[in-house]
């Protein structure tokens, strides 16, 4: 017999006033028995940007993402080769981090990666004991676990890498009540809102997608499945996920309460350069190439982002008309004109529906970009539109010369 909890809310959820059923919702949230896993993680911690310029990202964040700026650390606060920002939107916490000295190594970072993710931070209840577990599974620990302390509390930490250069910090703040972590000072934003404005766009993290080399996804589901107890959520294979001239492969997985969920592509042989060969080139090697953010108002958070100048994908108006996708799609919350205007795409499953959009790659690298998603009891990643998304993102790659 299998003993499930129920899963309680993380102290940023709560800090968000976010309630179990709209996580069940938003981001699939399910019971699970954390007792026998040997790598229990509670949820996401942060998502960390290194980028070239951390003072213009925040202010990117904050004006079009919508999102408060909430802690900082550079050389006003004793951190003098870097500046980091805090920002949050629900129980979303983005960490922007540029080097400010010359010699910083994040500048090495930066000059090979372009803007990218360096580090997706988990919440974990009990350090040592994944950092015990990821080692006997041979698992690179970059960082021991490790007390950092201040007038708010301590934070216990390890970090153990991931694909390319990225990697997984492990965090346990339950002895610390400051807005982030020690030296770190708060901050509050200085951007104004329209007196319109929601109070967020976006609720909280659903996905990151980590693109890998050809042939090297099933290592990383490996990876997850050994080291981090992580489990296979779904699966599609090949020409699932093809158009003529792209390809690639995708598997999906999960921690025990699905909070945490990690789609991982390989490129497939295909007649042109796929999306992911074009990421590993311009990224120069494996990275994060997307990330999920659900919100339970996509029309509203589109119609805001776009407002701010956020670019989307196009969809053809033919997505929209094609017989067999509307008898797919059944009904949904919305008309699809509602949908069409917006470009918005639908995928169904046995489970539901979810609405989802994905906008342009948001640096100067055709690397990393944003998925919008709302979901309606679909726990999918939107297979179904792949396809259509591909061609989309095939005629950008045509207008770079990368096709
Ligand atoms: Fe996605």
Redesign the pocket.
């Known amino acids: 017999m299998t003993d499930t909890t129920e899963p309680t809310l993380t102290p940023d959820e709560r800090e968000a006033d976010l309630s179990l059923e709209q996580l069940k919702q938003l981001v699939g949230l399910v019971e699970y028995d954390e007792a026998s896993d040997p790598f229990p993680v509670t949820g996401w911690d942060a998502i960390v940007f290194i980028v070239g310029n951390a003072t213009q990202v925040a202010h990117y964040y904050q004006y079009a993402f919508g999102m408060d700026l909430v802690a900082y650390s550079g050389p006003e606060t004793g951190s003098r080769d870097r500046k980091a920002y805090v920002l949050r939107s629900g129980s979303c916490r983005f960490v922007i981090e540029g080097g400010v000295r010359p010699d910083s190594p994040l500048l090495d970072h930066h000059r090979k990666h372009g803007d990218g993710v360096g580090d997706i931070a988990l919440e974990v209840p009990d350090v040592d004991k994944c950092i015990d577990h990821a080692r006997k599974q041979g698992a690179t620990v970059l960082e021991e676990p490790h007390d950092v302390s201040d007038e708010h509390g301590t934070v216990r930490m390890a970090a153990i890498a991931a694909y390319g250069d990225t990697r997984h910090s492990l965090i346990d703040r339950s002895g610390y009540d400051g807005p982030y972590l020690p030296g770190f000072e708060g901050r509050t934003t200085s951007v104004k809102r329209a007196a319109d404005a929601p109070k967020r766009l976006f609720q909280a993290v659903?996905?990151v997608?980590g693109n890998v080399e050809l042939g090297k996804m099933d290592e990383w589901v490996a990876f997850y499945n050994r080291v981090m107890g992580f489990v296979n959520m779904a699966e599609f294979i090949g020409d699932d996920i093809a158009t003529d001239y792209s390809a690639l492969m995708s598997k999906v997985v999960s921690n025990g309460n699905h909070r945490v969920k990690f789609?991982l592509n390989e490129p497939a042989i295909a007649k042109k350069k796929s999306q992911i060969d074009e990421f590993l080139e311009f990224y120069d090697g494996p990275g994060a190439q997307?990330i999920?953010l659900a919100t339970n108002d996509i029309l509203s958070t589109v119609d805001h982002m776009r407002a701010n100048g956020v670019e989307f994908l196009d969809t053809p108006d033919s997505y929209y008309q094609d017989d067999e996708l509307r008898e797919r799609i059944g009904k949904v919350r919305v008309p699809v004109e509602q949908l069409q205007s917006r470009g918005i795409l639908v995928d169904r499953d046995e489970d539901g529906y979810l609405l989802?959009i994905f906008t342009k790659p948001i640096g100067d690298r055709p690397t990393v970009f944003y998925?919008l998603?709302e979901r309606h009891g679909s726990l999918g990643?939107?297979k179904g539109n792949f396809k259509a998304l591909f061609e989309a993102i095939e005629r950008e790659q045509e207008r770079r010369g990368n096709l």
Do not use: L, M
């Open positions: 659903d996905h997608v789609p997307h999920a989802q998925e998603i990643f939107g």
